[in-house]
Each structure stands twice: as structure tokens, then as C-alpha cells.
């Protein structure tokens, strides 16, 4: 190569030419390289799974709170059935609300710990 940035050779769906950076060693970018699809096609799987509602909230929910959650789901069915009474649901979100109340400094803490951690290898890193 003669030291300047090869772009990608390949066509966009639209028709226009690509116009990002090829990858070294190859005549296309990540993104229309051959050997690259499996690799695409993975991330396309995971990142519709991380994109989904149900999963950006159960992620949200604290590991100790899982059972919490399928109980209070479970609670509304039966609220909407008929087979639980309000005043039973109501106290059982009670509860659930201060579980979470428990929970919450300790998953905060779990997350700065990690950052702290992350931080301290970056500047060792950096040294």
C-alpha cells in the first residue's frame, strides 16, 4: 500500500459507492467484508436481544429481586382475574418496594466498585 486509506470497494443498498475505510489487509470495510458476516450476524442477534423491553428491565432488576418481580407479574394477573384482592396487591408492592429500597445502595456499590476497579487498571495501564 502506498501509506493512504484504502475505501471499501463495495456498493451500499442504495447504489452509492462505499465510502468508509477498508479494512487492512482487505478491500472492504467491516461492515461488507465476506469474512467478517458471521461476526455481523452475531452482533445483529445480541443487539436485538439488548434492544428489547423485556430485557433492558430484567436487566434493571436486581439478581435477589427476580423472585420479587415474578411474584408481583403474577399478582396482577390474579388482580386482574379476580383471584387476588387489591388490598393483597397492594401490600405485596409495598413490600417489593422497599426490598428494593434494601437493594438499591448495595447495587450501587457493586457498579462503583466496578468503575473504581476499571479506573485503577487504566491508570496502571497508562503508567
Not at 470495510?29 to 423485556?54: I, L, M, T, Y
Not at 418481580?69 to 422497599?98: C, F
Request: overall charge positive.
Amino acid at each position: 500500500m502506498d501509506g493512504h486509506a484504502r475505501v471499501c470497494i463495495a456498493t451500499k443498498r442504495n447504489g452509492e459507492p462505499c465510502s468508509v475505510q477498508a479494512l487492512p489487509g482487505s478491500a472492504y470495510c467491516f461492515a461488507h467484508d465476506p469474512a467478517s458476516a458471521d461476526q455481523r450476524s452475531e452482533w445483529r442477534k445480541q443487539g436485538g436481544k439488548a434492544r428489547g423491553h423485556a430485557h433492558r428491565l430484567r436487566r434493571r432488576v436486581p439478581d435477589g429481586l427476580r423472585d420479587v418481580e415474578t411474584a408481583l407479574y403474577r399478582a396482577l394477573a390474579g388482580l386482574e382475574s379476580g383471584s387476588v384482592e387489591p388490598t393483597t396487591a397492594n401490600a405485596m408492592s409495598n413490600i417489593a418496594r422497599a426490598l428494593a429500597a434494601l437493594h438499591e445502595p448495595a447495587e450501587i456499590e457493586k457498579r462503583l466498585t466496578a468503575i473504581e476497579t476499571e479506573l485503577n487498571r487504566l491508570g496502571k495501564a497508562a503508567s
